[in-house]
């Protein structure tokens, strides 16, 4: 079983940037198709962005196009989340999963808080 641990997160101002980080253990990544979601405080948990197995495909959700990056490193077994020209919106607990057994992201991180400051 494979778990999940995120780093990365913190306070900055609008207009500046973190990297996430989602290291791996108990198993490798190699083969998961991985992504990161976030949850703002009395919001629904949304969807960020996702990556492919082998980092050949990603996609992302519109508020977020251009400013975010997700990639991978399977050697290293870890995924990222390099975040640029932050918002205050961006505000909230953002954590990386893996789907592992099929469609579904059925493995879950605990979470890192991103606090953007206006």
């Known amino acids: 079983q494979v778990q999940l641990v995120e780093s990365g997160g913190g306070l900055v101002q609008a207009g500046g940037s973190l990297r996430l980080s989602c290291a791996a253990s108990?198993?490798?990544?190699?083969?998961?198709?991985m992504g990161w979601f976030r949850q703002a405080p009395g919001k629904e948990r949304e969807f960020v962005a996702r990556i492919s197995w082998n980092g050949g495909s990603t996609y992302y959700t519109n508020s977020v196009k251009g400013r975010f990056t997700i990639s991978r490193d399977n050697a290293k077994n870890t995924v990222y989340l390099q975040m640029e020209s932050l918002k205050p919106e961006d505000t909230a607990v953002y954590h990386c999963?893996?789907?592992?057994?099929?469609?579904?992201?059925?493995?879950w991180g605990q979470g890192t808080q991103v606090t953007v400051s206006s």
């Open positions: 999963a893996a789907a592992t057994r099929g469609y579904d992201y059925d493995t």
């Open positions: 108990g198993r490798t990544l190699s083969s998961y198709r």
